[in-house]
């Protein structure tokens, strides 16, 4: 995409929602399903006279946020009012950290790089405005909202490290329970800084920023246009303009926001209202206990561990519940391998087709385990395996039971897999025959008419064994 001599540089500024039960300084639910302009109060509408009182839930989770991104914790921090007259925000200001954040210098690996976190801070969401028509909307439940902002230090070189950055923070905050981080919903939005500048020098370019990027894929397609864009414009030595671009989606394209929107004349003054933020030591010692085993400590963990692949891992560490699961059907079935084949191929494709998540799988760890022990105790074959997971996802019956009622369980008895296979023979004369005069590839399909009609109680390379001795001895 780039030509050579430019070098890409990305900073990345994200807003994550913090999951509390109430708004960052006041008593209102925060809860998006009910109707417009229900969750508000005197306090999060900024009416004069009232006070706001910090959700200390909200610094909960921000601090567990701060340490699990490896950044150092400001003991005191403190809020101000960033002014700006927007329709949305009814007070006319709104309450973040500015000079004194919560929480600075942290860094998200990936791929052995580092990412640096300049800063972490609190601050509140602003209201929403819903265009419909000629009429403008507006819904004040928003407002008040708690969310961190994390900007990092342009240490980004590309739009696919920018996504893998991302997705790592995503992972991070989801696995610690700070935000559910849904794009879709606006859990988590991210604005990227793009600048170019020619390889090997210092000094930045100038830079745009890119906004309205609501998934990885418009995050990816959005940076790869800009770039594209400003490659082009250094090219033929005319200059970039710093400005503020809409992504999009629809012509994958970036306009210019009007510049009434983007004109970022913020005054900011500290807020009178709140006193500073003081954490001791003890609180900042007691979050960092409720800080789980974080996504890249248990890929480790599970590659040295159980010797699996890099690949299957990635993919069972990506949702923290969906490793927990595969933690409890090991605790029951020891073939981790055997395990995660099937957590990857069987039940992530049931999750995908019901589109649901692994909290609701209806089959329990411990059940499941009891299949995958059956199928490597060879008590059944995996053909008779998927049928019982099919039968499983359904009723309540536990796998043992299923089988016996199918009638799935291997047999042993030999005799009457030896009838079976002199009735095939006998009804394909033709095949047999071609099979005797040198024609050996025909062998496969008299083992698979076998194998149909055992329907997984033989072992399948038992019935392929038995087969071909019938034909080579002649045992008719
Ligand atoms: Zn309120």
Known sequence: MTEDRYEVVIGMEIHAQLKTKSKMFCACAVQFKDKPNSNVCPICLGLPGTLPTVNFEAVRLATRAALALNCQINPKSSFARKHYFYPDLPKGYQITQYKEPLAVNGFVEIDGKKIRIKRLHLEEDSGKLIHSGKESLVDFNRCGVPLIE???????NSSEEAVRYLEELKRILTYIDVSDCDMEKGHFRCEPNISLRKAGEEKLGTRTELKNLNSLRNVREGLEFEIARQTTILTRGEKIIQETLLWDEKTKTAQPMRSKEESEDYRYF????????????????????????????????????????KNLVEII????KFADYFDDVVKYCSKAQLVANWLVTEVRGILNTRNIAITEFPISSDVLAELLVMLDKQEITSKAAKIIFEEMLNSKKRPREI??????????????????????????????????????????????????????????????????????????
């Open 150 to 156: 994390i900007v990092t230090e342009p240490d980004i």
């Open 270 to 309: 500290p807020e009178p209202d709140l006193p500073p933020l003081v954490l001791s030591q003890t609180f900042i010692d007691e979050v960092r206990k409720e800080i789980p085993l974080l996504p890249q400590a248990r890929r480790q963990l599970l590659i040295s561990k159980y010797q699996l692949d």
């Open 317 to 320: 560490t990506e949702d923290k």
């Open 403 to 476: 089988a016996e009622e199918k009638g799935l369980l291997i047999s042993f008895d030999e005799e009457r897999l030896m009838t079976i296979i002199k009735e095939t023979l006998k009804e394909n004369p033709d095949v047999v025959e071609k099979y005797r005069k040198g024609k050996t590839t025909v062998l496969g399909f008299l083992i698979g008419e076998v194998l149909r009609k055992v329907q997984g109680r033989f072992l399948p390379q038992r019935v392929g064994e038995l087969v071909k001795k019938f034909l080579d001895e002649d045992l008719r």
